[in-house]
């Protein structure tokens, strides 16, 4: 059976290398109880080859501040904070403190100290632009797709030299390469993905993992400070 069976949207065809992916990453008890809190509460979550990939990305960058736009009931925020420092600060961002609730008990389920995180509960349009320039070392996009590239605008701003930033969502349900689909959502998706495609301080990949994984590597100050060049 497919491992996660609550948050799929669209689990893999059986035998595709993307269901192998996704059958490889176990979860622990603390993660499958976040994903039943996520299913009473109807949020969507992140796959676990998803949550195994943020992981990893947080900790190849050493990661000691992230964001995660859509908290849902902490799926991911509980991978990433695996990956991060001890000492790493998740902040996360949702607009149903409902949510909020759910997330606080599984970060205190697997004895995550509250000092660890920050749950910001408002419009992520209304929070990011409060946070500060050059400071996280990852940002995982996971709201609405219509808002990415608002969101992406500000993870610009946000990422550090070597940082990471990642968007959930990338392929607008698999429409993102067909050109004959122009609707709002895939558009965004298509605007978002330019963004971090101009830039040319960023290295972005497509990672074909859950709804598709947009993800960027901010260059080393060596190469973004344009005074150097
Ligand atoms: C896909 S879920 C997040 C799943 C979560 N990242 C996880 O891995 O379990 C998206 C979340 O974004 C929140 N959301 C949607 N629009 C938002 C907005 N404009 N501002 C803040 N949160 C928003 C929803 O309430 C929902 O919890």
Redesign the pocket.
Known sequence: MFLNVT?TEHAPDPGSLTAYAESAIAEDDTLRD?RAR?AE?G????TPA??ATLCMLARLTDAHSAV??????????L?ILGGMSSEGILT?????SE?HAA?RAGFSAAGISPSRTRLIT??????LPRLADASYDLI?I???VI?QPRYVREALRLVRPRGVIVV??AAAGGKIADPDFTDPETTAAREAATIIAEDETLLPVVIPLGEGLLAAAKAPVSETDSSTS
Do not use: K, Q, S, Y
């Open positions: 948050g976040a996520a509460l949020a969507p979550t992140i998803v949550g995660e736009v859509g908290t849902g009931a902490g799926v991911g925020g991978w996360t961002i949702d607009d149903e949510h997330a408002g419009r992520a349009a209304d929070v995982f996971n709201g609405e808002d959930h969502d």
